[in-house]
């Protein structure tokens, strides 16, 4: 068993909350350890289950497997044990010998798994972007801002819509669903529907 | 120094941190590196810090002072100052920028500002960045970006965060909105500090998590979006909450004063809740026998913070009893 949050092996002692699997130290320096030791307490019982959502998942998503276990980084000895146990890599050749892995991983953990950054040493867009950055900005300051929500939710659909559809769970289908649907792109709706029914069928 | 100045909204926006991670290729990450290569990586940050006009520590050579300086300003944190060996530190001269070495990745460029001024940190760490990467073979990929130690920041390598206040937002209810909307930006919120069988108290560290998928620009664009939206709801909510409850936030204003400038032993639970209600009220409530200014209540919440991280056993009488005579020198107006 791992810690969603930090990714270490955990003890004996497990802290669990709303489906989510924490060591003692990330379940104190959250408060979740705090929120189950007295439930009605303050805040933490005011936010509920998006708590947790705030949690950033981690490694929950690798499976762990004997014959896994047994991949080792040729060039630093790292193996998926240990990079299961720490959460981080010995060197960059663990990149390729755990590259199975970490698609997985990175396919939950972000919201698109392009490179989209700049080139090292480069500044590519240079100092224009101070300026441009500012005016955007201010141009939607409604703290509602649905504009910055639609393009939030346009990216999450687009992730879906690039991504391996039998690698997503149910969950994300269901997701991908209500986002395919509001944003009226009924074919990736229906797409995304019949994974879902396929899978019920078995 | 950066960390005298008051910064922008820093009555909600305690602090802001922006860092890079960066790797040379050609070798492991330092928990995998062996001690002479180590050595390799030092000198060369020494080297790189005479070229940029920056200061160069090692971690082992650190007076106790300086560590507890270093861990009060956020440039270094707890993990690597308990194990100082093989890392080091490029500073500037005024603190704001910094770059850690050998602790996790190679280089872990970094600004601190009081405040939420990240427009003058975010683009002088990414410039600091552009001189690493000049100056060192990085290690990238063209398909990942940054390769770090971390998978977790592979890409850019970049993250933003703040430290903040919000107790108008915790007493108003609004939390699961504002949750909410760091989702929808992917942004996560964690308690910042907690005592282990007490409430955490109003304090929270917001951060970005998207390092692929993303532009650089990007990640600054939605920074100031959430930047400014919590210091929107959050001065809503304390207009409000102050406007609909004027005696009761008024009588917990000034008992909250009191018992920091008198009490003898503080907990700190409630020495956050004390703070919380300064904050929330302190500039609506106008009134000349409260010597209170937003310094000395982000000094308090500072110096609460800071001690959280190195002190063990925080329920101790002696503890509570040292926390009470720190929090009252303040409100006296220690020099500092
Ligand atoms: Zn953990
Ligand atoms: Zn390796």
Redesign the pocket.
């Known amino acids: 068993m791992r810690c969603e949050r930090c990714g270490k092996q955990i003890g004996n002692k497990i802290f669990k909350y709303n489906n989510s699997y924490l060591c003692p130290e990330c379940a104190s320096a959250t408060g979740v350890a705090d929120m189950l030791a007295n439930p009605f307490a303050g805040v933490m019982n005011m936010m509920d289950s998006d708590f947790m959502g705030a949690i950033p998942p981690v490694f929950s998503n690798l499976e762990f497997s004997s014959t896994r276990a047994q991949i080792k980084?040729p060039?630093?000895g790292?193996s998926f044990r240990d990079f299961d146990n720490t959460g981080t890599?010995?060197?960059i050749?663990?990149y390729v010998?755990f590259n199975d892995q970490l698609q997985r991983y990175l396919m939950k953990s972000q919201p698109n798994t392009d490179y989209m950054g700049r080139k090292p040493g480069i500044l590519s867009e240079g100092n224009t972007w101070q300026d441009e950055a500012t005016e955007d900005v201010k141009a939607s300051e409604e703290v509602e801002a649905p504009a910055a929500i639609n393009e939030a939710e346009d990216e999450k659909l687009t992730k879906y819509e690039n991504s391996d559809i039998g690698m997503l769970s149910d969950d994300d289908l269901k997701e991908a669903i209500q986002l395919a649907v509001k944003k009226e792109n009924y074919m990736l709706a229906a797409r995304f529907r019949d994974e879902l029914k396929g899978r019920e069928g078995n | 120094m950066w960390y005298d100045e008051i910064g922008e909204n820093n009555d909600i926006i305690l602090s802001s941190c922006v860092s890079v991670v960066r790797n040379i290729r050609g070798y492991k990450f330092p928990t995998k590196m062996d001690a002479e290569e180590k050595e390799f990586v030092l000198t060369s940050a020494e080297a790189f810090a005479k070229e940029n006009d920056m200061k160069f520590v090692r971690l082992e050579e650190l007076s106790d002072g300086q560590r507890v300086e270093f861990l009060r300003h956020k440039i270094a944190n707890i993990e690597e100052l308990q194990n100082p060996s093989g890392k080091g530190l490029v500073i500037s001269d005024d603190e704001s920028l910094s770059i850690v070495v050998n602790q996790g990745n190679h280089f872990r460029i970094q600004g601190n500002c009081n405040g939420g001024d990240i427009n003058s940190i975010f683009w002088a760490v990414e410039k600091l960045a552009v001189n690493v990467e000049k100056k060192f073979d990085i290690a990238f990929s063209e398909r990942l970006g940054f390769l770090s130690s971390n998978p977790f920041e592979v890409g850019t390598g970049l993250r933003v965060s703040f430290i903040i206040s919000v107790p108008a937002i915790e007493k108003g209810g609004v939390m699961p909105k504002v949750l909410q909307r760091l989702n929808s930006l992917d942004w996560k919120m964690v308690p910042y500090i907690g005592d282990g069988n007490k409430r955490t108290g109003n304090l929270y560290e917001v951060y970005s998590t998207s390092t692929l998928g993303v532009t650089e620009k990007k990640i600054y664009e939605r920074a100031i979006t959430v930047l400014e939206d919590i210091v929107k709801v959050e001065r809503m909510c304390r207009e409000a909450i102050y406007n609909k409850n004027k005696i009761i936030v008024e009588d917990q204003y000034f008992r909250s004063y009191g018992m920091l400038k008198y009490c003898q032993k503080l907990e700190l639970s409630e020495a956050l809740e004390a703070l919380g209600w300064l904050r929330l009220a302190h500039s609506m409530i106008k009134d000349n026998s409260v010597d209170l200014d937003l310094t000395k209540i982000n000094k308090m919440t500072d110096r609460i913070c800071t001690e959280m991280k190195h002190l063990k056993g925080n329920a101790s009488i002696k503890v509570e009893t040292a926390r009470a005579k720190q929090i009252r020198a303040i409100l006296e107006g220690e020099s500092n």
């Open positions: 980084c060039k630093c790292t890599f010995g060197c050749e663990c010998a």
